[in-house]
């Protein structure tokens, strides 16, 4: 065989040969979703690779690297070969940074590249420096406009909750004339009644929620009252007057007699001032005052202001005064007896005999220290006073109306008495006497 023909069929084959082994690449286009902080790999599958050399390119054309080895200063970059033919770009901890378009490329002739797109998600994030700061203090009748900036990959939807002072495990959506714009929570017209905590939550079915709290503070000028406006006592015990104080900020809260302020320690221990905190913007004055003096009754002023105003309400304390029960006793044949005491007046009529006269009597008598009451009358405990009989707080004492009890007209008149003793004691000898003769 001609030495030509031997060289065109041995070129011939090898120009196969090289065209069957040339390196193919998987160049279908693919994309993979991963969440910020987790590791990404990049699918790149080579075959028949001989001499050629694989490279990756980062987003804008940049190189990351060449065959095995990492050329980009990056250290979470680097090439993972499971397998031969696998020539995986592996990105730890990516970073939303990283997303974009990535190409895998065989140095071939013509090249061959693969893209492939990353995405990634970004659970959602609070910008706390872009956002409304915590607390927030307003006045009342303000329009409030609340903001909770927001960061996610997807966007995040953002929802508004409020938390009233006085229920404060209680979530609710915002029941009062507000508008919710995602990121914005505008309140018109802000009252007292809507201070309380204000909770943006923000997701985006990447994990976890954010959430941010808003404490909102409604300053108002102080309001107060007074259940108990007028207080009546005995001279020589104690009384404690209250008055109810709503205001925010709660600068300045004090009793005055006259114009005088009361400050605790006063006059040797008079008076106690103290003051009871139910919420931020709600307060109780008590003033105790020990042992009423003359110059202790009057009114007693309560005050409280601030930046916004000052309120005012005043107590009246009183002496009270009880005088000695009186009893006037009228006899016939069938009578009635009428009692006239300081605080009411009763009739009965109860038929008795007596043993001095064949006449009916009727007769009644007072005992004010067998009272026992717990009435409550404006604000002052009633009771006897007796601490011997269980009475735990005489100090706030005072009588009420005589209770009333019949007696016999023996009792009734000092002079009969003895005679009725004589008589009993007589009745008796002779009854002893009959036992002896019989």
Known sequence: MDMSVVRVVVTLLFTVCHAWAQPRLNTVSTTITQTSGYSAVLNCQVYDLGDAQVIWLGPMGMPLTFGRKRITTDKRISVEQPYSVDWNLHI??????????????????????????????????????????????????????????????????????????????????????????????????????????????????????????????????PIISSTNKKIRQLRGKDTILECNIKAYPPEIAIWKKGNMEIKEGERDWKY?????????????????????????????????????????????????????????????????????????TSTSTIPMTSSVSNKTLSSIRTTPNQIKSTTTQKGVIIDDGDSSKGDKDPGYNVLTTPAVYPISPAEQDPRNRGNCLNWKLSGLAALVLLLIIM
Request: neutral net charge.
């Open 92 to 221: 730890r901890h990516v970073k939303p940074s990283d997303a974009g378009e990535y190409i895998c490329k065989v140095d071939t002739s013509p090249p061959q590249t693969k893209r492939v797109n990353l995405k990634i998600k970004v659970a959602p994030s609070i910008n706390h420096a872009l956002s409304t700061k915590n607390p927030l203090s307003v006045e009342e009748g303000e329009n409030v406009t609340l903001v909770c900036k927001v960061s996610a990959l997807p966007a995040a939807s953002v929802m508004w909750f409020y938390y009233h002072p006085q229920r404060p495990n209680n979530r609710e959506q915002p029941n009062f004339p507000a508008s919710v714009t995602g990121e914005l929570l505008t309140i018109h017209d802000i009252s007292k009644e809507q201070a309380g905590i204000y909770e943006c939550l923000a997701f985006n079915g990447v994990p976890p929620t954010a959430v941010k709290n808003i404490t909102v503070n409604v300053e108002f000028k």
């Open 272 to 344: 106690y001032p103290t003051l009871f905190k139910n919420s931020e913007s709600e307060f109780v004055l008590g003033l105790q005052i020990y042992s009423l003096e003359a110059d202790d009754f009057g009114n007693y002023t309560c005050v409280a202001s601030n930046q916004h105003g000052t309120a005012s309400v005043q107590v009246l304390v009183e002496e009270l005064v009880v005088k000695p029960s009186t009893t006037t006793s009228t006899t016939t044949t069938r009578g009635t007896t009428t009692v006239t005491t300081p605080t009411s």
